[in-house]
């Protein structure tokens, strides 16, 4: 059972449509991180959430924090072929641990 | 930022030898990192966790034996794959934990890509 449940798991849109991603999952998270990733690199972190309530904006992206800290969404305006790429979202239980657990991903392809 | 690397980006071996990916924090000193595994259009999954100056802790189903791992220096982590099988063959990524602004930070490496012949 996947602890972080991403949704949906792949999504194909054209450019200048918005989208969200959803991360939901049972367990209460100290704070969560969600990432992009590009074929053969490593993910790059987007942003980090800890705060239940917390909204958090760059640029066209919106990331949401879940009340119960249990889940958070990724909202996207306008998208453009450059958001192409893998989204994964990470918990982790404990601040200071760095260690934590990821979603199954969101793969995202806009099309000009 | 802070900058994690990785060395080799791709590797190719041959069934039965032993590779070694290194991890290296530039301009941060990291106790703590990580190694993960990646298969295509799949999550990371996490295999353990490098300590500096102890031994690993390995995730369940991660056998110790066969993923060895290194952590001799503040600013180095090594994965061994021992004895490589085609099933190996995966996209390795290490991430490494900053604390110098008093909160953890995790950066991601860019991964190396191990493919057993």
């Known amino acids: 059972t996947q602890l972080l449940e991403q949704s949906p798991q792949f999504l194909s849109i054209q450019e200048g449509e918005n989208l969200t991603v959803y991360c939901n999952s049972s367990?209460?998270?100290?704070?969560l991180q969600w990432y992009r990733q590009e074929p053969g690199e490593g993910p790059v972190l987007l942003v980090t959430?800890?705060?239940?309530?917390e909204v958090k904006k760059l640029k066209r992206l919106t990331f949401q924090f879940g009340d119960a800290r249990k889940d958070s969404s990724l909202h996207i305006t306008a998208a453009q072929p450059g958001d192409t790429g893998l989204y994964l979202c990470?918990?982790?239980?404990?601040?200071?641990?760095?260690?934590?657990?990821f979603g199954d991903g969101t793969t995202l392809t806009v099309k000009p | 930022g802070a900058v994690v690397s990785q060395h080799p980006s791709w590797v190719i071996c041959k069934s039965g030898t032993s590779v070694k990916i290194e991890c290296r924090s530039l301009?941060?000193?990291?106790?703590?990192m990580f190694w993960y595994r990646q298969f295509p259009k799949q999550s990371l999954m996490l295999m353990a966790t490098?300590?500096?100056?102890?031994?690993?802790?390995?995730e369940q189903g991660v056998e110790k034996d066969k993923f060895l791992i290194n952590h001799a220096s503040l600013t180095l982590s090594t994965l061994t794959v021992t004895s490589a099988h085609p099933e190996d063959s995966s996209f390795y990524i290490c991430?490494?934990?900053?604390?110098?602004?008093?909160?953890?930070?995790?950066?991601f490496g860019p991964g190396t890509r191990l493919t057993v012949t």
């Open positions: 959430v800890v705060t239940g309530g």
């Open positions: 367990s209460v998270f100290s704070s």
């Open positions: 990470a918990g982790a239980f404990n601040t200071n641990a760095g260690k934590s657990t």
């Open positions: 301009d941060f000193q990291a106790t703590t």
């Open positions: 490098s300590n500096e100056g102890s031994k690993a802790t390995y």
């Open positions: 991430s490494a934990i900053n604390r110098d602004g008093g909160e953890d930070e995790q950066y």
